[in-house]
C-alpha cells in the first residue's frame, strides 16, 4: 500500500508493486499519473522481495521476476 508520504520515492521508481489495492488505490492512480509500471494486491510481495533486489516488472502479463537478491 502506498501514501501521498511515498511520492517523492515513487518518481524515483521504475515501478511499483503492491501487497494490496486495486485499480483505483493511490499506487495505481500515481503510477498512471506518472507513467510507469504496477502491479498491485499481490498479497505476498513485501515477504518476498526485499530492499536492493533486482526485479523485472511486466504489468501487461502481471509479472514479477526476481534477477538478483540482494545480500
Do not use: Q, W
Amino acid at each position: 500500500m502506498t501514501t501521498p508520504d511515498y511520492i517523492i520515492s515513487m518518481k524515483k521508481a521504475i515501478g511499483f508493486i503492491t501487497d494490496e489495492g486495486g485499480i483505483t488505490c493511490h499506487a495505481a492512480i500515481v503510477a498512471r499519473e506518472m507513467n510507469k509500471h504496477c502491479i498491485i494486491g499481490t498479497k505476498i510481495v513485501t515477504k518476498v522481495l526485499k530492499d536492493g533486489d533486482l526485479v523485472e516488472v511486466d504489468a501487461d502479463k502481471g509479472v514479477v521476476k526476481i534477477f538478483k537478491k540482494a545480500k
